[in-house]
């Protein structure tokens, strides 16, 4: 019998292999590069044109980030009206010259932070092209993310700093401006040489290939002679999987390192003073973290994970993570948990992030909270009640708009971030209320081996779940992803009917669930009465040693469900929907009955 396709024998993803140099001018802040990009079609599609994208070109005044910012009901305050108060050599921009495709000289526009070329020749499905070009770029002073001399003083976060190919995936190109937040970029690998004055130690989202000749301990041996800080070195990384490449640089960083058994080495790049005395604990701290997540959401393939202190808060790259430094202890693990995690949502199951951030962030906030409870030592099952809460908060405040938005077009900032990180790790510990907890664990670690260094979608984490509960969830996400439809069931009223009791509940909202029934008897025990939703075709394990006895379905149309149960009313104390509160009942005051 022939098989039908499944979403992974259809699938495909582009490759692209760069090969960067890049000279550095720490007096001007800017930089020479020239890059080769190895572009394989691997689409059954031809392309006649490519894009790129030109990430500093937002940081100059009128651009579409500072006037989105300016005009944003919310904006971010570390944008706020900053970029249209940049001078000429505080700016960024990146201009391009000698483009050129398999040495023939291409036709470009820049328009914003996208670069739109026509190409020469096409590329053939299964083709492959070699694409150059030399970049002459001005590194902004930081704004948002990446740039010169952030606030705690490091040098140079240099995230989103080189012409980077845009993303082309079974919808088309993903040629997005630059106006706020999230990235998507096709996988490969990075071989990038970086010429800088010797004084600055850079760390990078790669392994440093000349570790011998120049090294990491080398300043520490040398004390380097203040005139010689004009000589040069350059230093060479190579990461052989990865869609983005960052790096950071400062004069001041020192480099720890510690080994996490069965798992990465793990490196930490800061500057050592007061603000930062907090560093010196996190190491110890990460490993257990790397343990507890290598476990729960699957291995850490890479050898290595560097934590280097830059940047504007916390954000993610491939095998490593710029965070801001100048933080309590608290703080400084919650945020280093948080970007390790990206590691698993974004690093390597590098999803859409425009699209699909509550796959990114929801996910990286759901997992983080597991996280932290562990670390904390706290063994409560309510890891992500804060989650709850502030999708609660998003529901009452009116603004909620659906997840599936495209992330840079929420009304509000508080909109986008409560759907991606609190309504999108409720996503996740909801359905571990669908299909249980320790199916959900399993779901996590088969998403992570089937689609680990792809392109996931939200159809493909559907499959995994379906495929690993054997229960129909399409509709769960036709709710909680495309609608902001909301959850809301009720105990109407219970009666006593000789010796059983009718429980009647109702469906007030429209979001349909299956029901965990919690009978707490006046003995003490407990009884779960499970009503299945008939659409799911299926229904959970028990997740505990309670009693459970399953009920007759409940179908989407019906708002009303009478329960009639064999225990006489006066043996029964009170009467609970949900308890584990994993359902995202927006009103729990009518979720239970008590038998005076
Ligand atoms: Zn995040």
């Known amino acids: 019998m022939p098989l039908i396709g499944t979403s992974q024998e259809a699938y495909w993803q582009q490759e692209v292999n760069y090969k960067m140099q890049v000279d550095v001018d720490v007096e001007r802040h800017q930089l020479n590069g020239n890059q080769t990009l190895l572009y394989t079609n691997n689409s059954p599609d031809t ?80 083709g492959r092209t070699e694409l150059s070009l030399n970049f002459k770029s001005q590194i902004p002073v930081q704004i948002r993310r990446s740039g010169r001399d952030n606030k705690e003083g490091i040098s140079y976060s240099m995230a989103q700093w ?41 760390a ?94 699957g291995t850490y393939p890479y050898n290595d994970f560097y934590v280097i202190q830059g940047g504007d808060g916390g954000m993610e790259y491939p095998m490593s993570t710029l965070i801001t430094g100048h933080r309590d202890l ?42 932290m409870d562990y670390l ?44 991606a990180y609190s309504k999108g790790a409720v996503s996740l510990s909801q359905l571990g209320y669908l299909v249980g907890d320790d199916c959900l664990k399993k779901i996590l670690l088969n998403y992570f081996d089937q689609w680990k260094f792809k392109h996931p979608n939200m159809n493909d984490f559907i499959r995994v779940a379906e495929k690993t509960s054997s229960m129909e969830l399409d509709w769960y996400y ?32 429209p979001i349909p669930m299956p029901i965990d029934l ?11 009465y499970y009503i299945p939703l008939g659409i799911m075709r299926g229904y959970k394990k028990p997740e505990n040693a309670m009693p459970r006895e399953i009920m007759r379905d409940w179908h989407w149309t019906h708002p009303n469900y009478n329960l009639m149960i064999e225990v006489n009313l006066d043996n029964i104390k009170s009467i609970e929907i949900d308890p584990s509160r994993r359902m995202a009942d927006i009103d729990r005051s009518n979720n239970s009955y008590l038998n005076k």
């Open 162 to 202: 080189y012409p980077k190919i845009a993303a082309y995936d079974s919808r088309g190109w993903h040629a997005n401006p630059y106006i706020a937040r999230e990235f998507y970029a096709p996988w490969g690998q990075f071989d990038v040489s970086i010429t800088i004055n010797k004084n600055y130690i850079i």
């Open 376 to 419: 904390m030592g706290v063994d409560n099952d309510q890891s992500n009640a804060k989650n709850y809460i502030n999708y609660y908060s998003l529901v009452t405040s009116g603004q909620e708009e659906p997840m599936s938005t495209h992330a840079d077009y929420f009304e509000t900032n508080f909109a986008y971030k409560r759907a």
């Open 47 to 126: 392309l006649h044109e490519i894009y790129y994208h030109l990430y500093f070109n937002a940081f100059k005044p009128d651009g579409m980030m500072d006037i989105r910012s300016r005009s944003i009901l919310d904006p971010d305050d570390r944008v706020l009206d900053r970029i249209s108060k940049l001078n000429n050599d505080e700016i960024g921009y990146h201009i391009i010259t000698n483009l050129s495709q398999d040495g023939t000289d291409l036709s470009y526009n820049v328009e914003y932070t996208i670069l739109e070329v026509e190409l020469a020749h096409p590329i053939l499905p299964g």
């Open 518 to 528: 919690i009978i707490n008897l006046k003995d003490g025990t407990k009884k779960c």
């Open 330 to 371: 608290v703080s400084l693990v919650g945020v280093a948990v948080h970007e390790a995690l990206h590691s698993w949502y974004q690093g390597v199951l590098a999803t859409d992030e425009s699209y699909y951030h509550w796959m990114d962030e929801g996910y990286t906030t759901y997992a983080s909270s597991l996280t």
């Open 478 to 509: 036709d709710y909680w992803i495309h609608s902001i439809k909301t959850i809301d069931y009720a105990i109407q009223e219970v009666q006593s009917i000789e010796q059983s009791t009718i429980i009647k509940l109702q469906r007030i909202k």
């Open 204 to 297: 990078a989202s790669g392994i440093l290939e000349n570790n011998n000749e120049i090294g990491y301990g080398y300043q520490d041996d040398l004390s380097i002679d203040p005139k010689h800080n004009e000589e040069k070195l350059t230093w060479h990384f190579i990461n052989e999987k990865a869609h983005d490449f960052m790096w950071a640089a400062d004069p001041d960083y020192i480099h720890e390192t510690v080994q996490v058994p069965n798992g990465p080495k793990l490196h930490f790049f800061y500057q050592q003073s007061h603000a930062t005395r907090h560093w010196k604990k996190l190491p110890e701290i990460l490993i257990t973290a790397f343990r507890y997540m290598n476990t729960h959401f």
